[in-house]
Nanobody, 124 residues
């Protein structure tokens, strides 16, 4: 059974940083792209960042470009997201997910497995 567990969320002041981690179990993620998404209260879940299976390609939402960095360690079956210069509008539950194949995927409908999410709250 595939399981994704996110961690690293918390409360931080605007301008601060957090590093999210996503631990996968039940299968290797090395053949798949991985993505981070977020969902704020009463809003749709939205794409944040994705990384290809080989770690050679990344893609970010315009709202986080230059502030967030996605990375992965296939040997550890882990995905990370470093979030710097956080803003109050970054407040949301953050989810990691396994993509359908190795390349870049931004549509959440194409992701097959999801974690339970970790809360990130940025105070002004």
């Amino acid at each position: 059974q595939v399981q994704l567990v996110e961690s690293g969320g918390g409360l931080v002041q605007a301008g601060g940083s957090l590093r999210l981690s996503c631990a996968a179990s039940g299968r290797s993620i090395s053949s798949n792209s991985m993505g981070w998404f977020r969902q704020a209260p009463e809003k749709e879940r939205e794409f944040v960042a994705t990384i290809s299976r080989s770690d050679r390609s990344t893609y970010y939402a315009d709202s986080v470009k230059g502030r967030f960095t996605i990375s992965r360690d296939n040997a550890k079956n882990m995905v990370y997201q470093q979030m710097n210069s956080l803003k109050p509008e970054d407040t949301a539950v953050y989810y990691c997910a396994i993509g359908p194949y190795g390349g870049i995927v931004t549509l959440k409908e194409n992701y097959n497995y999801w974690g339970q999410g970790t809360q990130v709250t940025v105070s002004s």
